[in-house]
């Protein structure tokens, strides 16, 4: 007669399995040995971080008995390309560029991967300011546009920005380019606002949907200098003898 039995290891050693039938026993020693790492998985799956900004990737094992483990031992981690994103023995991610690069999880000779992209920081509010909140008609004024972006940094968009001119008084027929204009140069990464008539304006800039605060600017008459020389006698100036 034949019998039938299961082993079901528990932890690692040598177990000796004994059987009777009939007055008769048999034994048989049985290694436990490990469960072999057959495969592994990272999560998220297509991750992405803002450039900056960093993310972190759980790397999952499946061994040969089913089980599942994140306590993997020893992890080499690597990027196909640092200039884009870097990542740590712990799995973070960061952002250097924008782009994709591949980060692979190794542990012995079993490895996977996942790409991942890196997104350019998103503008999260637009300052706009001048050192002053007057101009003179024909004179000109710095403005100055100061992004603040998703990483914790800013960038000026003193030149990238639309700026809207709106009218608040003077200047002819409610017309906001009668007070004052602005001009922009790429090349300098600045913005102008130049007087045109006597009156004030409200400027605001806008960028990637985002639209900043307000200034109200006031543009005043120029002052001219006049001198001349008079006769003492004109001033009501008289010498004594």
């Known amino acids: ?11 690692q050693g040598t177990v000796t399995i004994s059987a009777q039938s009939g007055g008769i026993t048999g034994t048989l020693s049985y290694p436990i040995t490990p469960a072999v790492l057959q495969a592994l998985s990272l999560s998220p799956s297509s991750p ?5 900004k960093t993310t972190s990737l759980v790397l999952t094992g499946t061994y040969s ?10 992890v080499t981690w690597s990027s196909s390309a640092l200039s884009t ?3 740590d023995t712990s799995g973070t991610v960061t952002g250097v560029a924008t782009g994709t690069a591949t980060i692979t999880a190794a542990v012995g000779s079993v490895n996977t991967s996942v790409t991942v992209t890196v997104l350019e920081p998103t503008i999260t509010s637009i300052v706009i300011s001048a050192v ?7 004179s000109t004024l710095a403005l100055n546009a100061l992004a603040n972006l998703s990483n914790n940094t800013q960038k000026n968009v ?5 700026w809207i001119v709106n009218w ?5 027929n409610s017309d906001a380019t009668t007070v004052a204009t602005v001009s922009t140069n790429a090349a300098a990464g600045t913005a102008t606002l130049t007087g045109a008539g006597v009156g004030s304006v409200s400027v605001t800039a806008s960028y990637q949907n ?8 006031a543009t005043t008459c120029a002052l001219k200098n006049y001198s001349s020389t008079y006769p003492a006698s004109y001033l009501g100036i008289h010498e004594i003898p």
């Not at 008995?65 to 020893?74: C, I």
């Not at 003193?158 to 639309?162: I, M």
């Open 1 to 11: 007669m034949l019998f039938r039995s299961s082993v079901l290891g528990v932890t």
């Open 48 to 52: 992405s971080v803002v450039a900056g």
């Open 65 to 74: 008995d089913g089980s599942k483990s994140t306590s993997l031992g020893t």
């Open 85 to 87: 994103a870097s990542v």
């Open 132 to 138: 002053s909140n007057a101009v003179q008609v024909g």
């Open 158 to 162: 003193s030149a990238l920005v639309s």
């Open 168 to 172: 608040v008084s003077g200047g002819s």
């Open 210 to 217: 985002v639209t900043s605060n307000a200034l109200t600017i």
